[in-house]
């Protein structure tokens, strides 16, 4: 009998972040694969279980293998950091999946870096925002660059993932300069680093400082919009017009 | 001595989608406060809570009467459904918290519609997306329109938040016109309703069908973008160009 492939996204890392509904799937399948950082987050809660891993950029051998075992009648448990469907593996895995015999997918979605590095650094994505990556491997930078341009134009909050790598230092000072072509040095930003594991950090910058930022792949960037504010140390953007709260005063 | 305030997203409503960390603090501690409807989604499972609960759109009310329980000593949890930083009631919490001696807060995130209503769709939001809520309660009609059309012409997929209401019956229709003005009538979009609870449905569209679609207060809207395509069924975004894929074929 064919087993199941979930793919689960497990959140920033820490156990407790992930959904109850991710635990009990890890705790009730066979197997799990995945990036062997991402399993090594998981690997002592679930000890009991068989591990496959991949190096990193192997992604489609990774799918192939979540295939391969559930063909052999393992559940399989395929893990990816934040959501599984944000930036994560569900979409490869639903394009492969075309190669195989039917095999039951289903996706449990998990905390993304948008929500888990907004809730340490305040509340930045109370209204309207856009997630970007700068990852320009598989996006012509033309694409990514036309992207940060219309969200500044719209006023969105805008998150940055994937805002730098040993290939990419410059690209969040490259991003930068594109939306101070738009948008005010002024612009409250934020960034948020290594989110609920050791080392994390948040930052609060305007958009001329975060231009001379050093960040590494492990922090996701907040651009808040034109009402985005500084409170109690906190980056907080409001909810549209302020109308009700000025009505109750 | 003072209680702390903890701003908790429950996710789409099921108990098992949100966070260990979540149902820790849930079971922890003293009150738990929200809208009635969402208190009402965790009420039977930690049932020797004291609940506290006011009508909808009376968030300042709901806001001060956390702080106010806080600084009786109570420990409060303090819930929205989806994210509690995606419009959500961690914004308010900080602003109002400037009225009242220090209180602790923290803010736990939690799965919102985009990514708990792209799991069951499929996998839409594997590239750069936008999130947008067609309310104009607090946002002008104007900026909600500049905001469609930036994203549209950025070709990011585009969630949108509060697509109908009562009042607002015709708000998808008037959106799906001004996508139109940039977009094909063939681009696939998804809708997801009533996630995770009963009567979970999803539906795929193409822009053009969408248009005619009346859809609910408690439905999420998903527009792909140019790359979007239907796989036996589910919205899949691919990543970027594909090369990758291509190289190892």
């Not at 639903?94 to 340490?120: F, H, K, M, Q, R």
């Not at 907040?222 to 009700?244: L, Q």
């Amino acid at each position: 009998m064919t087993g199941k492939i979930s793919v689960i996204g497990i959140g920033p890392g820490a156990y407790d972040m992930m959904t109850v509904r991710a635990v009990r799937t890890l705790e009730a399948c066979d197997c799990i694969i995945g990036y062997h950082v991402y399993v090594d987050l998981v690997r002592d809660h679930f000890p009991d279980k068989a591990f496959l891993t991949t190096p990193m950029r192997r992604e489609e051998d990774r799918c192939r293998m979540a295939f391969e075992e559930a063909l052999k009648g393992q559940d399989v448990a395929f893990i990816c950091s934040g959501d599984s469907g944000i930036y994560g593996m569900a979409g490869l895995v639903y394009e492969i999946a075309a190669d195989y015999p039917p095999v039951a997918i289903e996706v449990l979605p998990g905390i993304t870096a948008a929500s888990s590095g907004a809730a340490i650094l305040g509340a930045p994505l109370i209204h309207d925002f856009a997630v970007i990556s700068l990852s320009d491997l598989l996006t012509p930078w033309e694409k990514i660059e036309k992207r940060l341009k219309c969200a500044a134009e719209a006023d969105l909050g805008i998150v940055l993932y994937n805002p730098s790598s040993r290939k990419r230092a410059d690209y969040l000072e490259r991003a930068c300069d594109i939306l101070l072509t738009i948008l005010p040095e002024s612009r409250i930003c934020g960034t948020a680093g290594n989110i609920g594991r050791e080392g994390e950090e948040t930052h609060i910058y305007t958009l001329g400082e975060l231009r001379h930022v050093s960040v590494d792949m492990f922090t996701t960037v907040f651009i808040g919009n034109a009402d985005t504010t500084v409170i109690n140390g906190k980056m907080v953007t409001p909810r549209g017009y302020h109308v009700e709260r000025k009505a109750n005063d």
